[in-house]
């Protein structure tokens, strides 16, 4: 059994900051991979940034620059640094990650977790 908690979302004024964390625990032999999804009311939910195994990441074209994936694999934690922060940032902001566990590769989803970027 694999669960996922996210934290560090909430309200910031535009040009703030914030950190995203996604916390993977249960019956765990290590995170394979790591995404983060966003999606606005009204939109379609749309990948944000990824990082693989070998550390490699890509980034969407909005968040180039800004926001910046990480990950501490002794933690099974992957984060998301989001920087310069827009209003067209606001959505509910999911992980996505792929773990080893009982032998077997398998992606988790966190709960989602509000991020408000508003004067």
């Known amino acids: 059994q694999v669960q996922l908690v996210e934290s560090g979302g909430g309200l910031v004024q535009p040009g703030g900051s914030l950190r995203l964390s996604c916390a993977a625990s249960?019956?765990?032999?290590?995170?394979?991979?790591g995404c983060w999804y966003r999606q606005a009311p009204g939109k379609q939910r749309e990948l944000v940034a990824a990082?693989?195994?070998?550390?490699?990441?890509n980034y969407a074209d909005s968040v180039k620059g800004r926001f910046t994936i990480s990950r501490d694999n002794a933690k099974n934690t992957v984060y998301l640094q989001m920087n310069s922060l827009k209003p067209e940032d606001t959505a509910v902001y999911y992980c996505k990650l792929t773990i080893w566990s009982m032998g077997a590769l398998s992606d988790s989803w966190g709960q989602g977790i509000q991020v408000t970027v508003s004067s």
């Open positions: 990082i693989i195994s070998g550390g490699t990441t």
């Open positions: 249960g019956s765990i032999f290590g995170v394979n991979a």
